[in-house]
């Protein structure tokens, strides 16, 4: 198994800076692609961006794109999302997530581990 803590949230003003952080640990070599997802107040959950195992291949919600930047540190088994320029609409709980599924064309799933999720909040 393989399991995953989230930490980094909290409250911003809108066009501050966030940066989240997902530590993983367990079975870990088992993990390809890695996920920031997010959900807000009465929507569902999203694929914010995610990221391969080597860290060669990034996708992004076309929302975020430009404004937050996913990477991971695999000596140490976490993934960061760094985000820019918040908006209140990025208000949601953030949640990072791990795939055993290899898929040389695609990060979009499916996704197996779960963070429990951190709070991200942005006022306007």
């Known amino acids: 198994q393989v399991q995953l803590v989230e930490s980094g949230g909290g409250l911003v003003q809108a066009g501050g800076s966030l940066r989240l952080s997902c530590a993983a640990s367990g079975r870990t070599f088992s993990i390809y692609a890695m996920a920031w997802f997010r959900q807000g107040p009465g929507k569902e959950r999203d694929l914010v961006a995610a990221?391969?195992?080597?860290?060669?291949?990034?996708y992004y919600a076309d929302s975020v794109k430009g404004r937050f930047t996913i990477s991971r540190d695999n000596a140490k088994n976490t993934v960061y999302l760094q985000m820019r320029s918040l908006k209140p609409e990025d208000t949601a709980v953030y949640s990072c997530a791990g795939s055993n599924y290899y898929d040389s064309t695609s990060l979009l799933g499916p996704y197996d581990y779960w963070g429990q999720g951190t709070q991200v909040t942005v006022s306007s």
């Open positions: 990221i391969s195992r080597s860290g060669g291949r990034t």
